[in-house]
């Protein structure tokens, strides 16, 4: 088992960057990893995803071009770089381990196990 922890989250403008970190409780390389965002009043929905060797990225229509998702094996951390924010990513984001059909590429939340609690993102003037 895993535990997962994001941090970096907070308040900034529409046009700013920010990073948002996740850290495993332990070695990580073996888990394709992922991020999601919960929006008030809306579902969990797919971000970015990361394979386990980074050899591969994904990432939403909303974010491609603007966020980038990276990992640091040898520190156990995942990172989601986002630039350009926009009012409407705002959301809680999660960080999550896949647990289930990992050897191939899955947005779908009840193929990953292990989550962190969120951390608060907000994009406002």
């Known amino acids: 088992q895993v535990q997962l922890a994001e941090s970096g989250g907070g308040l900034v403008q529409p046009g700013d960057s920010l990073r948002i970190s996740c850290v495993a409780s332990?070695?990580?390389?073996?888990?394709?990893m992922a991020w999601f965002r919960q929006a008030p009043g809306k579902e969990r929905e797919f971000v970015a995803y990361?394979?386990?060797?980074?050899?591969?990225?994904i990432y939403s229509d909303s974010v491609k071009g603007r966020f980038t998702i990276s990992r640091d094996n040898g520190k156990n951390t995942l990172y989601l770089q986002m630039d350009s924010l926009k009012p409407e990513d705002t959301a809680v984001y999660f960080c999550?381990?896949?647990?289930?059909?990992?050897?191939?590429?899955?947005?779908?939340?009840?193929?990953?196990?292990?989550w962190g609690q969120g951390t608060q993102v907000t994009v406002s003037t």
């Open positions: 999550a381990a896949c647990t289930k059909e990992c050897h191939v590429f899955t947005r779908k939340l009840s193929d990953y196990g292990y």
């Open positions: 990361i394979d386990a060797l980074e050899r591969s990225t």
């Open positions: 332990r070695p990580f390389h073996n888990y394709v």
